[in-house]
């Protein structure tokens, strides 16, 4: 396997993981998007998670540089009591997967969360998971529910697969708010 690197998302990285978030927007059910984002968009949302103190990360090939994945944490929901926990999305290139790079992804993400003292992980996986659930299992996710004919892609109803993770302390002490 090639090498890979992961480092914190810059500004010239919208092009690169817009192209791989699209491919699944069109092809998957990760994502229930429909449509693709533009670049600019993509811009926008790598801004306003960063912006956010939140991780934004790329795995590149070392040496050569090509993006061959991206994730991310963001906010679970926009409430005072949920500020502690995360919602993670990660996505890998097509052709990529099952090397490594998802593995390396998540490994760094729930790293930098633990650092910037998040207490939970919440993942949000479209009809039930496949590779991503095997992924955030191998991960210490645990299943925490599940939504039936949750959203409607590709001409049927799709379940959502939801799988928490504890960070650093998860719930058995108050957060550290320093």
């Given at each position: 396997m090639t090498t890979i690197?992961?480092?914190?998302?810059?500004?010239?990285?919208?092009?690169?993981?817009?192209?791989?978030?699209?491919?699944?927007?069109?092809?998957?059910?990760?994502?229930?998007?429909?449509?693709?984002?533009?670049?600019?968009?993509?811009?926008?949302?790598?801004?306003?998670?960063?912006?956010?103190?939140?991780?934004?990360?790329?795995?590149?090939e070392e040496g050569t540089g090509p993006i061959r994945g991206f994730a991310y944490a963001g906010p679970f929901r926009d409430r005072a009591a949920y500020a502690w926990s995360v919602e993670d999305s990660i996505y890998v290139a097509e052709g990529m997967r099952g090397r490594g790079v998802g593995s390396a992804l998540l490994s760094a993400l729930i790293e930098r969360c633990e650092a910037l003292g998040y207490r939970q992980m919440l993942a949000v996986?479209?009809?039930?998971?496949?590779?991503?659930?095997?992924?955030?299992a191998?991960?210490?996710?645990?299943?925490?529910?599940?939504?039936?004919?949750?959203g409607w892609k590709h001409?049927?109803?799709?379940?959502?697969l939801l799988m928490q993770?504890?960070?650093?302390?998860?719930?058995?002490?108050p957060p550290d708010p320093s």
């Open positions: 690197r992961i480092r914190e998302a810059r500004g010239g990285d919208a092009q690169a993981i817009r192209d791989i978030y699209a491919a699944s927007v069109e092809t998957e059910t990760a994502s229930w998007e429909t449509v693709p984002p533009d670049v600019t968009e993509m811009n926008r949302r790598i801004g306003r998670i960063t912006g956010g103190g939140y991780p934004f990360l790329v795995a590149e996986l479209g009809d039930s998971g496949g590779g991503s659930r095997a992924l955030h191998r991960h210490g996710f645990k299943e925490a529910g599940r939504l039936p004919d949750f001409g049927a109803w799709r379940e959502l993770r504890p960070l650093g302390g998860g719930g058995s002490a």
